[in-house]
């Protein structure tokens, strides 16, 4: 895909800009079709894609589901509810280990090193159903 800016990616990010919800790619598809009826999802997917390759947007990939995507680039992690398949944003953790773990490997000859943390489960509102 050519590294120029579409109206089509300009569309996409702006659904994403501040999007707290970490939709998947059918609902930034379904939403952009209220704005461009002509997108197709085609259209979304590649640019998605782009948009993750060229890190302007995270992909989160869950188990069994979906992947949801991401606006928010700073170092976070998330939490996947198995029942409603919501994606959330987890508070503020600790992640000292994680960093020292890094290093370790870093010090043992690893570069490039990254690392994603999703947690599984059931949300709070999943939670009280059951």
């Known amino acids: 895909m050519q590294n120029r800016n579409s109206a089509q990616r300009s569309l996409i990010?702006?659904?994403?800009?501040?999007?707290?919800?970490?939709?998947?790619?059918?609902?930034i598809y379904e939403e952009a079709r209220k704005k461009d009826p002509h997108i197709s999802r085609g259209t979304v997917y590649r640019n998605l894609n782009f948009l993750v390759d060229s890190k302007n947007i995270l992909r989160i990939s869950v188990p069994n589901g979906a992947d949801h995507f991401d606006s928010t680039l700073?170092?976070?992690?998330?939490?996947?509810?198995?029942?409603?398949?919501?994606?959330?944003?987890?508070?503020?953790?600790?992640?000292?280990?994680?960093?020292?773990?890094?290093?370790?490997?870093?010090?043992?000859?690893?570069s490039q090193i990254k690392h994603k943390i999703v947690f599984e489960g059931l949300c709070p509102e999943c939670s009280r159903k059951f």
């Open 74 to 110: 700073e170092e976070h992690y998330h939490f996947y509810c198995e029942n409603c398949d919501k994606v959330t944003d987890v508070p503020e953790l600790d992640i000292s280990k994680i960093k020292e773990t890094e290093s370790a490997l870093s010090q043992q000859g690893y």
């Open 13 to 27: 990010l702006d659904i994403m800009a501040g999007n707290k919800t970490h939709p998947t790619a059918d609902e």
